[in-house]
């Protein structure tokens, strides 16, 4: 059968806008179009263990295609915390630093701790609990956090709640001091006006990854205090309070080496783990060094965050993309561009 010009051409249209619409909510495969880097121009196709991006199935592998990556591949990778790996901060609460050690930092209940504190980032935790009669000290966990960088601000918490109901969204978010809205579906997206900081729904409730442009990326999921864990621990946990909280796990992209914080100082090439191998519960102090005043506040005795500085980095960002062009060297092909 033979098919003519014209209807070629609408066929190839057709199949690229369909493409398009599959891959607005999932891709099997990706053409990078980022000019100047390794990868432009390549297709990469999502390996066959996690063949989409996207999955109903919230437990699952997905694909991830970096475009940025100078080795134009796909990996597999979960879109929840992993809670035993590191970067980590689950339980009560419970660490795995950059060095791959576990330690507990329990701080106190309804006060605020810096977790990572570098020039241009500072990340805050919110902690809640409870002492119950007997105890030396607060059971807790992590309840939100707050996070400064480049003149901005922005917060995520999980909302109180007496009975645990997973079929409702615990989440609460802020950008710049105002609430946040993001749609309860599955890979719902919200860019911030710069597009340089991203909130995705994993699943359709209490799953989300935030991504912020060259600094960072936060998996967070919300969780409750079980009755099986109230029974193991003794947590006695009151009848009115479930202590929903986030597990998190951070992947960093730039820490400097003068990074500080209860989990940012782990990162650190000459830091020394004060958590005593082979304990069961290895439990590190700081409380002191690390409180400060409120969820978005740059402040602790230790912490090396300023204004200045993060205003500063973001400009140098911008001068150095609008001064380097590394399309002019063999289309990106011999030159690896840094930012």
Same mark, same amino acid.
């Given at each position: 059968?033979?098919?003519?010009?014209?209807?070629?051409?609408?066929?190839?249209?057709?199949?690229?806008?369909?493409?398009?619409?599959?891959?607005?909510?999932?891709?099997?495969?990706?053409?990078?179009?980022?000019?100047?880097?390794?990868?432009?121009?390549?297709?990469?196709?999502?390996?066959?263990?996690?063949?989409?991006?996207?999955?109903?199935?919230?437990?699952?592998?997905?694909?991830?295609?970096?475009? @940025?990556?100078?080795?134009?591949?796909?990996?597999?990778?979960?879109?929840?915390?992993?809670?035993?790996?590191?970067?980590?901060?689950?339980?009560?609460?419970?660490?795995?630093?950059?060095?791959?050690?576990?330690?507990?930092?329990?701080?106190?209940?309804?006060?605020?701790?810096?977790?990572?504190?570098?020039?241009?980032?500072?990340?805050?935790?919110?902690?809640?609990?409870?002492?119950?009669?007997?105890?030396?000290?607060?059971?807790?966990?992590?309840?939100?956090?707050?996070?400064?960088?480049?003149?901005?601000?922005?917060?995520?918490?999980?909302?109180?709640?007496?009975?645990?109901?997973?079929?409702? @969204?615990?989440?609460?978010?802020?950008?710049?001091?105002?609430?946040?809205?993001? @749609?309860?579906?599955?890979?719902?997206?919200?860019?911030?006006?710069?597009?340089?900081?991203?909130?995705?729904?994993?699943?359709?409730?209490?799953?989300?990854?935030?991504?912020?442009?060259?600094?960072?990326?936060?998996?967070?999921?919300?969780?409750?205090?079980?009755?099986?864990?109230?029974?193991?621990?003794?947590?006695?946990?009151?009848?009115?309070?479930?202590?929903?909280?986030?597990?998190?796990?951070?992947?960093?992209?730039?820490?400097?080496?003068?990074?500080?914080?209860?989990?940012?100082?782990?990162?650190?090439?000459?830091?020394?783990?004060?958590?005593?191998?082979?304990?069961?519960?290895?439990?590190?102090?700081?409380?002191?060094?690390?409180?400060?005043?409120?969820?978005?506040?740059?402040?602790?005795?230790?912490?090396?965050?300023?204004?200045?500085?993060?205003?500063?980095?973001?400009?140098?960002?911008?001068?150095?993309?609008?001064?380097?062009?590394?399309?002019?060297?063999?289309?990106?092909?011999?030159?690896?561009?840094?930012?």
């Amino acid at each position: 059968m033979e098919i003519s010009k014209n209807s070629s051409m609408s066929l190839i249209i057709m199949l690229v806008f369909v493409s398009g619409l599959v891959q607005a909510k999932a891709y099997y495969y990706r053409q990078c179009s980022t000019t100047g880097t390794r990868c432009n121009g390549q297709y990469i196709k999502c390996p066959a263990e996690c063949p989409s991006s996207e999955s109903n199935d919230p437990k699952a592998k997905v694909c991830l295609i970096d475009c @940025d990556k100078p080795t134009c591949s796909a990996v597999c990778r979960n879109r929840k915390p992993n809670c035993n790996a590191p970067g980590s901060g689950c339980f009560d609460p419970r660490f795995i630093g950059g060095d791959g050690r576990v330690f507990y930092f329990h701080g106190k209940s309804n006060e605020h701790f810096t977790l990572v504190s570098d020039s241009n980032l500072q990340i805050n935790a919110r902690f809640i609990g409870h002492r119950p009669d007997g105890r030396t000290r607060d059971y807790t966990w992590i309840q939100a956090l707050g996070v400064l960088f480049n003149s901005q601000t922005f917060s995520i918490e999980a909302t109180k709640t007496s009975q645990w109901n997973d079929k409702v @969204d615990h989440l609460k978010f802020t950008y710049n001091g105002n609430e946040l809205v993001l @749609d309860e579906s599955s890979l719902s997206t919200w860019y911030s006006p710069k597009r340089d900081v991203k909130v995705e729904r994993v699943a359709s409730k209490n799953s989300v990854i935030v991504t912020i442009e060259d600094v960072a990326e936060i998996l967070v999921n919300v969780v409750p205090v079980t009755k099986e864990d109230d029974t193991i621990h003794n947590y006695q946990v009151p009848s009115d309070d479930c202590f929903a909280h986030l597990e998190v796990q951070f992947r960093f992209f730039a820490l400097s080496p003068k990074v500080d914080g209860v989990l940012g100082r782990t990162y650190r090439l000459d830091f020394e783990n004060p958590a005593k191998p082979g304990v069961a519960m290895p439990v590190v102090g700081g409380d002191d060094k690390y409180k400060t005043n409120s969820l978005l506040s740059p402040n602790c005795a230790s912490c090396v965050f300023s204004h200045e500085s993060s205003f500063k980095k973001e400009i140098a960002k911008v001068a150095e993309f609008v001064t380097l062009d590394c399309t002019k060297f063999s289309n990106g092909m011999g030159i690896v561009c840094k930012k």
